[in-house]
């Protein structure tokens, strides 16, 4: 019996189309996917919804918080097996994240995208669509969180990110790899994920800055993120988790007014950890009052610091939610 998946355009190159004349690629007067996803019938009861068709870079954490509602909502009303959200790529892995952290069922939501538009020689948007498709159908997907599908690969939401500017194989999990892959015989999974984390939400309204650390920096970003009554920092610090010396002082007058500063790695791979004792090293800012995230890189840790500001302010429980 064919499962009921749930569709979801949302614009991004997948949905565009190139001006062969400029060369510029952009929204056309009609997305292409909507046309192509009817013609996959054959792979599923499809229902196909196009709530908005916005390029990636113009994604909100609104946006995020709608497709969340969405999905629930639909989940209720329509018995759903599972969902598929086309997406542009260059926040596909925030919106991945956030659906992750906020969506408590074990239905399968996969995340898909492209790297060339719908008329360009080599386009993987169609072919990227239907592998997320037989994910999504899957009964192998079940119980492991968001997933993010694009040029045969099955990665988590937690440890994808974008690795090149335009390659067809950007998608990757530094450290981590795939955990499934996508074959002409069937979906094959080979890792599963070892937590789930959820976390109820219903609206974001706080506010996290993300700002990346580099030799001879001082404190005055930190001090106007202050002054800007930020609600919160995430900062891409050096190695494992090291800061110049001239930035302490903005450390503390954020820790001094409560405002949660998140630290993890500008390095892709590894962790942070307080390891190092001299001024600005690792082990002083965690003395000092900063949290130190397991993992994440920084787009993620400031989506995670977002929903966990939605509902607490509590410096000690962030951390504790920040060390699972």
């Given at each position: 019996?064919?499962?009921?998946?749930?569709?979801?355009?949302?614009?991004?190159t997948?949905?565009?189309?190139?001006?062969?004349?400029?060369?510029?690629?952009?929204?056309?007067?009609?997305?292409?996917?909507?046309?192509?996803?009817?013609?996959?019938?054959?792979?599923?009861?499809?229902?196909?919804?196009?709530?908005?068709?916005?390029?990636s870079?113009h994604?909100?954490?609104?946006?995020?918080?709608?497709?969340?509602?969405?999905?629930?909502?639909?989940?209720?009303?329509?018995?759903?097996?599972?969902?598929?959200?086309?997406?542009?790529?260059?926040?596909?892995?925030?919106?991945?994240y956030?659906?992750?952290?906020?969506?408590?069922?074990?239905?399968?939501?996969?995340?898909?995208?492209?790297?060339r538009?719908?008329?360009?020689?080599?386009?993987?948007?169609?072919?990227?669509?239907?592998?997320?498709?037989r994910?999504?159908?899957?009964?192998?997907?079940?119980?492991?969180?968001?997933?993010?599908?694009?040029?045969?690969?099955?990665?988590?939401a937690?440890?994808?990110?974008?690795?090149?500017?335009?390659?067809?194989?950007?998608?990757?999990?530094?450290?981590?790899?795939?955990?499934?892959?996508?074959?002409?015989?069937g979906?094959?999974?080979?890792?599963?994920?070892?937590?789930?984390?959820?976390?109820?939400?219903?609206?974001?309204?706080k506010?996290?800055?993300?700002?990346?650390?580099?030799?001879?920096?001082?404190?005055?970003?930190?001090?106007?993120?202050?002054?800007?009554?930020?609600?919160?920092?995430?900062?891409?610090?050096?190695?494992?988790?090291?800061?110049?010396?001239?930035t302490?002082?903005?450390?503390?007058?954020?820790?001094?007014?409560?405002?949660?500063?998140?630290?993890?790695?500008?390095?892709?791979?590894?962790?942070?950890?307080?390891?190092?004792?001299?001024?600005?090293?690792?082990?002083?800012?965690?003395?000092?009052?900063?949290?130190?995230s397991n993992?994440?890189?920084?787009?993620?840790?400031?989506?995670?610091?977002?929903?966990?500001?939605?509902?607490?302010?509590?410096?000690?429980?962030?951390?504790?939610?920040?060390?699972?």
């Amino acid at each position: 019996m064919k499962k009921n998946i749930l569709v979801i355009h949302t614009g991004g190159t997948i949905s565009m189309f190139e001006d062969h004349e400029t060369g510029a690629v952009k929204p056309g007067e009609e997305n292409p996917l909507t046309s192509q996803t009817s013609t996959l019938s054959d792979l599923a009861n499809l229902i196909i919804k196009e709530p908005f068709n916005l390029p990636s870079p113009h994604i909100t954490t609104n946006e995020m918080l709608f497709l969340k509602d969405m999905i629930m909502e639909e989940y209720q009303n329509n018995q759903i097996d599972g969902v598929v959200i086309t997406h542009g790529t260059d926040t596909l892995e925030e919106t991945a994240y956030f659906l992750d952290l906020t969506i408590p069922h074990d239905f399968p939501i996969v995340v898909t995208g492209a790297m060339r538009s719908s008329n360009e020689i080599g386009s993987d948007g169609l072919y990227n669509l239907i592998s997320s498709i037989r994910v999504a159908e899957c009964d192998g997907a079940k119980g492991k969180g968001v997933l993010v599908v694009l040029n045969d690969e099955i990665h988590t939401a937690k440890n994808v990110t974008k690795t090149h500017t335009s390659n067809v194989s950007t998608f990757q999990s530094p450290q981590y790899g795939p955990i499934g892959i996508v074959a002409k015989q069937g979906i094959i999974f080979h890792h599963q994920p070892t937590d789930r984390e959820f976390y109820s939400i219903n609206n974001i309204s706080k506010k996290v800055a993300l700002i990346k650390a580099h030799a001879g920096m001082d404190s005055s970003l930190l001090f106007a993120i202050k002054d800007m009554q930020y609600d919160g920092v995430v900062i891409e610090a050096l190695g494992q988790g090291n800061l110049p010396p001239a930035t302490v002082e903005g450390v503390q007058s954020l820790i001094d007014e409560n405002i949660p500063v998140v630290v993890v790695s500008r390095c892709f791979n590894g962790i942070v950890q307080d390891v190092y004792g001299y001024e600005g090293g690792g082990k002083r800012l965690k003395e000092m009052g900063a949290i130190f995230s397991n993992g994440l890189n920084g787009q993620k840790a400031r989506i995670k610091l977002l929903i966990t500001l939605s509902y607490t302010q509590n410096i000690k429980e962030i951390e504790e939610i920040f060390h699972h």
